[in-house]
């Protein structure tokens, strides 16, 4: 890198500023950096790094994925009023039209474990070492933590393609349809569970005290519903094979899961 330097013209006294146009230009010989240069430029680089500007320049990556993490979470509970009205439409749109409505929530998981009950033991003849009745308690404890996760990821597909005026003709924050599946999926959980809690008295005996951590299980699932959703949501405006896939993909979960070969 050549340094310019200026010579002050004839007549001119040094130190004395002319026209800056009229004043001679040369260019000085390259001056390789002694070892004092570098040692400078490496401290200055180790104090940018090692200061309060460095430290920033370092959490700027944290802090872009936690912002990317959390924001939806904010959003939803900035919104909550406009969540909890478009979960009280999803539960509501889920009985409409049907004879015992809401008697559903509770009709639907005791049919499923009279089912249970008569294939696994009635059937199957299997026990599990404790009896069908404690095997189809075990069994359907984990269908309650599995449908927390796949109930969401079901309907995801057609959650943008089934609202186009949400798209159209508002400014919606579409991240916020996924949050009424995952609202009945809950109530669906929390049904289920204190029916199982019910019937495994009546049938089995008391549960133990670790029953108390059921939400403890069911957070982890629901929340990774809430995630497929997302991404089968917005998967499904471009793709519309994406339920089919979904729906297929789903039951061979199920099957590979340990809620069933356990």
């Not at 393609?161 to 949050?179: D, G, I, Q």
Request: proline content about 6%.
């Amino acid at each position: 890198r050549r340094e310019l330097q200026v010579e002050p013209l004839e007549g001119q006294a040094p130190g004395v500023r002319g026209d800056t146009g009229r004043q001679a230009i040369r260019h000085a010989p390259v001056v390789a950096p002694g070892p004092q240069r570098i040692t400078s430029r490496t401290a200055a680089r180790t104090r940018c790094w090692s200061g309060p500007r460095g430290i920033a320049t370092i959490l700027r990556p944290v802090r872009a994925l936690s912002a990317f993490l959390i924001d939806p979470f904010r959003s939803a509970w900035q919104r909550r009023g406009l969540v909890r009205e478009l979960s009280r439409r999803e539960v509501e749109a889920a009985f409409a039209g049907s004879v015992l409505g809401a008697s559903w929530l509770f009709l639907q998981p005791l049919l499923s474990l009279a089912v249970y009950a008569l294939v696994f033991g009635g059937i199957l003849g299997l026990t599990g070492g404790g009896g069908s009745a404690e095997l189809v308690s075990r069994l359907f404890t984990g269908m309650i933590v599995y449908q927390a996760f796949a109930g969401p990821a079901s309907q995801a597909a057609h959650l943008v393609l089934s609202r186009p005026n949400y798209v159209t003709k508002v400014v919606f924050p579409l991240h916020l349809l996924a949050w009424p599946s995952v609202a009945q999926a809950t109530l669906n959980a929390a049904v289920s569970s204190g029916l199982l809690v019910l019937l495994h008295l009546l049938f089995v005996g008391a549960p133990a005290w670790t029953v108390v951590l059921v939400p403890v299980a069911l957070a982890p699932a629901l929340l990774l519903g809430l995630g497929a959703s997302w991404v089968l949501a917005s998967l499904g405006v471009y793709v519309r094979d994406t339920a089919e896939v979904v729906r297929v993909t789903l039951q061979l979960l199920f099957f590979l899961c340990p809620v069933v070969w356990t």
